[in-house]
T-cell receptor, first 114, second 111 residues
Framework: NAGVTQTPKFRVLKTGQSMTLLCAQD?????MYWYRQDPGMGLRLIHY???????AKGEVPDGYNVSRLKKQNFLLGLESAAPSQTSVYFC?????????????FGSGTRLTVV | GQQVMQIPQYQHVQEGEDFTTYCNSS?????IQWYKQRPGGHPVFLIQ?????EVKKQKRLTFQFGEAKKNSSLHITATQTTDVGTYFC???????????FGAGTRLAVHP
């Protein structure tokens, strides 16, 4: 099993450009999450999904959109990238509510906005 | 808002010394989870504690959950270079359906 796969692994964007980060899991997990990790700030939840076709806002949703059209995929979109969105982005999934069961994380996407 | 604090932020030890990181929440947690992130890697789930006062061990790692379910600790006995990384605690406050992560404790082990 591949687990949780994130693409791309690295990306450099210019301010104002858009992009989509893809997360795919092959564990039949219901719940999926997008986090960003910045130095000294731990992991902050951007958006999450409790099932196919559903999405919800996390702690820091502004500037991001998500979609969960298929159970195995969770997409994170940046419509107009800003330097403040330079970060490492992690996708995670869990079989049930991740707050009661551990998460499986992807290997991350390192995004730089210049 | 809900906060989960971890101390220390950074610690370096000599190989063979013990290490402890502490996690404190501003609110009662329904459970506490611990993750390890190696340098350049992604967080990996280590363990979950659910019961008040619970203690669990994984080889040289000992995890505790406080009686009030507001604090937790991770203790590593006789550190090895393979223990290098950042250790995060995370928990969902009661009635809150999201994990709140601490900022992590970065451990460096000198051979």
């Amino acid at each position: 099993n591949a687990g949780v796969t994130q693409t791309p692994k690295f990306r450099v964007l210019k301010t104002g450009q858009s992009m989509t980060l893809l997360c795919a899991q092959d564990m039949n997990h219901e719940y999926m999450y997008w986090y960003r990790q910045d130095p000294g700030m731990g992991l902050r939840l951007i958006h999450y999904s409790v099932g196919e076709g559903t999405t919800a806002k996390g702690e820091v949703p502004d500037g991001y959109n998500v979609s969960r059209l298929k159970k195995q995929n969770f997409l994170l979109g940046l419509e107009s990238a800003a330097p403040s969105q330079t970060s490492v982005y992690f996708c995670a999934s869990s079989y049930r509510a991740g707050w009661d069961y551990g998460y499986t994380f992807g290997s991350g996407t390192r995004l730089t906005v210049v | 808002g809900q906060q989960v604090m971890q101390i220390p932020q950074y610690q370096h030890v000599q190989e063979g010394e013990d290490f402890t990181t502490y996690c404190n929440s501003s609110t009662t947690l329904s459970n506490i989870q611990w993750y390890k992130q190696r340098p350049g890697g992604h967080p990996v789930f280590l363990i979950q504690l659910v019961k008040s006062g619970e203690v669990k061990k994984q080889k040289r790692l000992t995890f505790q959950f406080g009686e009030a379910k507001k604090n937790s600790s991770l203790h590593i006995t006789a550190t090895q270079t393979t223990d290098v990384g950042t250790y995060f605690c995370a928990g969902p406050p009661w009635g809150y359906n999201k994990l709140i992560f601490g900022a992590g404790t970065r451990l460096a082990v000198h051979p």
